[in-house]
């Protein structure tokens, strides 16, 4: 006998696991560093047309896949188009699972080791903040350790399941993080010498933007969705069929772009104040903020509290992308939940090795670059655009865009998805996705 599938026990029990999902260290980490090494404001303001052009309607998109089917990321595909090859698409996202959260692993783990580090005082006033940050992640050992220490409590999190596990998890930390956010943005923007960063983060310089720079925001607003491999599928699956889908897409959309919008008031000022280089790649939120935080009253307490939550922010991240993998076993292969979250928390942990070593202990590198920055090159300009290209085609011509968007109203709340939804699906959708891929493609391989 199979158990019931599990449902969310209210729709803010969805939203926050939603929005827990889309707002991780894609608001803080990767979308400051992101910005700044394509040049600023010029990239905001692109990267806000892809949300609410692609963004939205892909995310209404894989919520409806999700709740109509109540089923894991390939099984959607499954019961909508049996016998034919779509299924695929869903196995891309499986692979996409394994691939983010290898390296998104790591990357949790330096918050985390960084919130001891905050702790023991060795970022204080006057540190080599960069120096610090390159040694860190360079060493062999901690970050290893680090990483698994995050898997561990991730995967012991989606043992226990969708209610219990992920749900619980993410009632009382999102708001907190928000409200520290702010408090960093006010002693950021209060620096001398912020008005650079200001300028910088809101005067658009469209010169700045190269076929790379909008390839990148399409990638950014993928990741930070977590859209284009099936998550959504996968939470949406979990509502039941009484629940609103545009209404909570629009939250979920509006949660984590307010955050990363905001966390960019937090950085960039900071980082023209203190004389970083705001394309100074993957480091730049572990190098600026502990700087700001050296320059604040308490600022061992704001910053050890803000690792931590940047870790829990991360956490409740990596749940969704170990369900979409978890989820697709449980549902197809009927493996139990807890063995299923075992056996791919360490087959990830494994893969999140070569990573962290690539960083600066070992030299792994593949095409040219570390593993680390291959396997977010390859989910950024490969797996996550394929991926998002093909749902959009799937919902907007093989099940069509008449009945996906039909499906999206059913049960609506106060937003009703329009005929515009029909034109974006069919053609804007994928063929901006598929102009951008290519390009982007050509211009970093050529
Ligand atoms: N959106 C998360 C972030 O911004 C990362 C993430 C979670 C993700 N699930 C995903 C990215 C699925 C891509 C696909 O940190």
């Known amino acids: 006998m199979k158990a019931p599938r599990e449902l969310w026990t209210s729709r803010v029990a969805f939203i926050l696991a939603a929005a827990g999902s889309a707002v991780g260290l894609g608001n803080i980490w990767r979308f400051s560093y992101v910005v700044g090494t394509n040049g600023g404001a010029a990239f905001v303001i692109v990267y806000l047309i892809i949300i609410a052009l692609i963004g939205y309607p892909m995310m209404v998109t894989e919520v409806t896949l999700g709740r109509k089917t109540h089923k894991n990321a390939i099984g959607a595909f499954k019961a909508l188009a049996p016998n034919t090859p779509w299924w695929l698409v869903g196995a891309l996202g499986v692979l996409a699972g394994f ?58 999190i989606i043992a226990a399941g969708v209610v219990k596990g992920i749900s619980r998890t993410v009632r009382v930390l999102m708001p907190v993080l928000f409200v520290l956010l702010i408090l960093l943005v006010l002693r950021s923007l209060t620096l001398p010498g912020a008005g650079a960063g200001l300028s910088f983060y809101l005067q658009p310089d469209f010169s700045d933007l190269t076929a790379q720079s909008i390839l990148a925001a399409v990638g950014q ?26 209404d909570n897409s629009a939250w979920v959309v509006g949660l984590d772009t307010l955050i990363a919008i905001i966390a960019g008031f ?23 903020l ?38 697709w076993l449980v549902d197809e292969y009927q493996m139990a939940r807890k063995k299923a979250a075992l056996m791919i928390g360490v087959l990830i942990f494994l893969l999140g090795i070569p990573a962290s070593l690539s960083m600066g202990a070992v030299d792994i590198s593949v095409g040219g670059m570390p593993f680390f920055d291959f396997l977010d090159f390859f989910q950024e300009s490969i797996l996550l655009p394929l991926g998002g290209l093909l749902t959009a085609v799937f919902a907007g ?50």
Not at 136 to 148: K, L, Q, R, T
Request: glycine residues 10%.
């Open 221 to 246: 607003a993928f990741f930070t969705l977590s859209l284009g491999m099936g998550c959504m599928i996968t939470y949406g699956s979990y509502l039941s069929d009484n629940d609103d889908v545009p």
């Open 290 to 327: 502990p700087a700001v935080f050296a320059e604040m009253p308490a600022g061992v307490l704001f910053g050890a509290v803000f690792f931590l939550l940047l870790s829990i922010a991360a956490l409740t991240s990596a749940i969704s992308l170990l369900e979409v993998v978890v989820a």
């Open 99 to 156: 691939v983010i959260l290898s390296f998104y692993s790591v990357v949790a783990g330096w918050s985390l080791s960084y919130f001891f580090k905050t702790i023991g005082g060795s970022l204080g006033a006057g540190a080599d903040f960069e120096g610090a940050f390159v040694s860190h992640i360079s060493a062999a050992w901690a970050p290893v350790i680090w990483h698994a220490v995050f898997m561990a409590i991730t995967l012991a």
């Open 397 to 446: 011509h093989v099940w069509t865009a008449r009945t996906t968007r039909e499906s999206a109203n059913t049960n609506h709340g106060k937003i009703v998805i329009g005929a515009w939804y029909e034109v974006l699906i069919k053609y804007i959708v994928p063929i901006a996705i598929a102009i951008v891929m290519i390009f982007g493609l050509i211009e970093a391989l050529g």
């Open 266 to 288: 937090a950085i960039f000022p900071a980082v023209f104040a203190l004389g970083f280089d705001p394309a100074a790649g993957a480091g730049l939120a572990f190098i600026t």
